[in-house]
C-alpha cells in the first residue's frame, strides 16, 4: 500500500503561482508514473501533468507552458509547480501513482488538495 499526501494549495490571485508537493511512502524510484489530476465542481477528474520515473513529462492543453511537473527522488516527492494561474484552475488537485509490477498496474490517489484562485 502506498500512501501519497498532498500539500502546497490554497487561495491564489489569478496570475500568481502555486507549488504543490506529494509525498509518498515508498521509494519514487519505484512508482512507473506520478501525476497530478483535478476535480472541478460538477467536472469529471483530469490529467493536468504526469512524470515516468525515466523523466518523461505529459501535460494537458491547459496547463502546458504554465506548469512543470518534477520528481525528487531523494525526498520521494513529486510537485508540481503552476504559475500564471487562472480561475478555470480552480479545482481539488490529486496526486496519482502509478505502479507497474510483473504487468500488473495499481493506481494510488491522494485525498487531494484544493486549489483556489480568485482576487
Known amino acids: 500500500q502506498v500512501q501519497l499526501v498532498e500539500s502546497g494549495g490554497g487561495l491564489v490571485q489569478p496570475g500568481g503561482s502555486l507549488r504543490l508537493s506529494c509525498a509518498t511512502s515508498?521509494?519514487?524510484?519505484?512508482?512507473?508514473?506520478m501525476g497530478w489530476y483535478r476535480q472541478a465542481p460538477g467536472k469529471q477528474r483530469e490529467l493536468v501533468a504526469s512524470?515516468?520515473?525515466?523523466?518523461?513529462?505529459k501535460y494537458a492543453d491547459s496547463v502546458k507552458g504554465r506548469s512543470t511537473i518534477s520528481r525528487d527522488n531523494a525526498n520521494q516527492m513529486v510537485i508540481l509547480q503552476m504559475n500564471s494561474l487562472k480561475p478555470e484552475d480552480m479545482a481539488v488537485y490529486y496526486c496519482?501513482?502509478?505502479?507497474?509490477?510483473?504487468?500488473?498496474?495499481?493506481?494510488?490517489w491522494g485525498q487531494g488538495t484544493q486549489v483556489t484562485v480568485a482576487s
Open positions: 515508498t521509494s519514487t524510484f519505484s512508482i512507473n508514473v
Open positions: 496519482n501513482a502509478e505502479i507497474t509490477d510483473f504487468g500488473i498496474s495499481v493506481t494510488y
Open positions: 512524470i515516468t520515473s525515466g523523466g518523461n513529462t
